[in-house]
């Protein structure tokens, strides 16, 4: 009988996310044991800095990267979004899973009906801070750090006029009913692939029993979007987003850049789908240009 031992970060939203990839599994492969795996990362533990003053993004993979290499675990699941761009070739991804809401909310505290102007809005990425001073120029942005249901909690105490989340991690929890507002992908131009759910196994390994949980469409959309912030060298910091959309044969591409300077440049491509990664290169390499 073949094991696997899936491997997650401790986290409620992280855990249903793992435990959706192994219903995924078992539906397709009922022969397969699975054994969930859990571990705190450096990105949880830490929650009184920015990540970009500890780090960036692979602090939330580091000890999950860890637990593939010595054997521990045989695969990761991961918010696509999470993800640093560069990937050891010895730990590579599998693929990506079916896109859940890629929009971004607005989730004001429990009971109130309008933000209050006297306490800023918490978000925890420099790409939503960009875009929130644009649709909210009123309002002051501060940092938010911990998971969903902290953040959520330091909301409800106060501390905050308004949360930005991702709509795919509080439909995950079973807390849409928490959302006051969506914003419309032109609005809030999601990170690279937000809503999808990233495995990552040892390279070499047979990966058959995947078929259930890969999704082709996911899989076009998350390397196109993650292709265009490669090229732009963005990671955690850098105020980037990318927004890929499938209709038919065409692929849609939105991105936004910000510059040292700060100014913001937003472009969009189409193309054939099968040309996500080189399409989002060069419209990368457009939008460089546009501010050189």
């Known amino acids: 009988m073949r094991i696997i031992r899936v491997g997650s970060r401790e986290s409620k939203l992280a855990v249903i996310q793992s435990e959706l990839v192994m219903e995924a599994i078992r539906a397709k492969h009922p022969e397969i044991t ?24 692979g602090l939330f993979v580091k000890e999950l990267d860890a637990a593939l290499l010595d054997g521990r675990v045989d695969l990761t699941v991961h918010s696509c979004k999470d993800l640093p761009m560069e990937v050891d070739p010895a730990i590579p991804l599998a693929g990506f899973s079916k896109r859940e809401d890629p929009r971004d909310v607005l989730v004001l505290p429990q009971g109130v009906a309008e933000l209050d102007p006297a306490k800023p809005i918490g978000c925890a990425s420099a790409r939503r801070t960009v875009q929130l001073n644009a649709l909210f120029p009123e309002m002051k942005v501060a940092p938010v750090r911990g998971n969903v249901l902290t953040r959520l909690r330091k909301l409800d105490e106060g501390q905050f006029s308004a949360l930005v989340l991702a709509a795919a991690g509080l439909k995950r929890l079973g807390l849409e009913g928490r959302i006051t507002r969506y914003f419309t992908v032109e609005e809030m131009i999601p990170a690279a692939g937000q809503g999808i759910m990233a495995l990552q196994t040892r390279a070499g390994e047979d990966l058959s029993y995947l078929t259930g949980v890969v999704d082709g469409e996911g899989t076009l959309c998350a390397a196109a979007e993650r292709a265009f912030v490669k090229r732009l060298d963005g990671g955690c910091s850098s105020p980037i987003a990318a927004h890929a959309r499938l209709e038919g044969d065409t692929i849609t591409l939105m991105g936004l850049y910000v510059n040292e300077a700060g100014k913001v440049f937003r472009q969009s491509t189409s193309g054939p789908r099968d040309q996500g990664e080189a399409l989002a290169e060069q419209l990368a390499d457009q939008m460089k240009e546009a501010q050189a």
């Open 34 to 57: 699975l054994e969930l795996v859990t571990m705190k990362t450096t990105g949880d533990k830490i929650l009184d800095r920015t990540l970009d003053q500890i780090g960036g993004k």
